[in-house]
């Protein structure tokens, strides 16, 4: 069965520096997210992608943030200067359609020093 | 996006059927009702969706009331390997970026 594949699976990073969290969405998917879930808490939405460009942010999805797909199959999540709230799993996912179930990564858990 | 009402757990013998109900009271004519799941912090599941008619694939069964403001997911013969938080989402099919909007789900516990 097709996957989202998320690497790294496990990122520890100093606060201040710049990730970069990456995704392969399955191939005919045209439909991307990115999402995040806080320990304990709730999944976020943060942001969706389609056609190149971002279809919807959420609040938490500031500055700080940006996603972009360099060549086709790849898809990332840059946050340029990390802060201790933003540890969290981050996981991908995407979709073939806009009103259709969507596949989940397995996630990358990015913690801030 | 409208809101779901869950209940925050419910327990599952092995083998019996599970019925994890939702109320979505103030769902619209053009949202679907979603459920996913979750796996000890693995990427969340879809199970199903349906707008107003009875769903069912291979891993579940989805139930909506004839005014669609409850559901009921019907796992019909629950494992262990079957607990997990399950979400019950509503979202519109106009929702520009096709966001899901998690709540805090059921957490369901099939016991041997």
């Known amino acids: 069965e097709p996957e989202v594949t998320q690497t790294p699976s496990h990122q520890v990073t100093q606060m201040g520096q710049e990730v970069i969290l990456r995704c392969v969405p399955i191939?005919?998917?045209?439909?991307f997210y990115w999402y995040r879930q806080i320990l304990g808490q709730k999944v976020e939405f943060l942001v969706s992608?389609?056609?190149?460009?971002?279809?919807?942010k959420s609040e938490i999805f500031d500055d700080q943030f940006s996603v972009e797909r360099p060549d086709g199959s790849n898809f990332t999540l840059k946050i340029r200067s990390t802060k201790l709230e933003d540890s969290a799993m981050y996981f991908c996912?995407?979709?073939?359609?806009?009103?259709?179930?969507?596949?989940f990564g397995s996630g990358t858990r990015l913690t801030v020093v | 996006d409208a809101k779901t009402t869950q209940p925050t757990s419910m327990d599952c013998a092995e083998g019996r059927a599970a019925n994890l109900p939702c109320n979505h009271s103030?769902?619209?004519?053009?949202?679907?009702v979603y459920w996913y799941r979750q796996i000890h912090s693995q990427g969340p599941q879809y199970i199903i969706h349906g707008l107003k008619n009875n769903e069912t694939n291979e891993m579940a069964s989805l139930i909506i009331t004839e005014d669609r403001k409850s559901s009921t997911l019907i796992l019909p013969h629950a494992t262990l390997r079957d607990t997990a938080v399950y979400y019950c989402i509503v979202r519109s099919e106009n929702n520009q970026g096709g966001k899901l909007i998690f709540g805090q789900g059921t957490e369901l516990s099939v016991k041997p």
């Open positions: 992608f389609y056609n190149n460009e971002i279809s919807e």
């Open positions: 996912a995407s979709s073939e359609r806009r009103a259709q179930g969507y596949t």
């Open positions: 103030t769902i619209s004519g053009n949202e679907y």
């Open positions: 191939s005919n998917h045209l439909y």
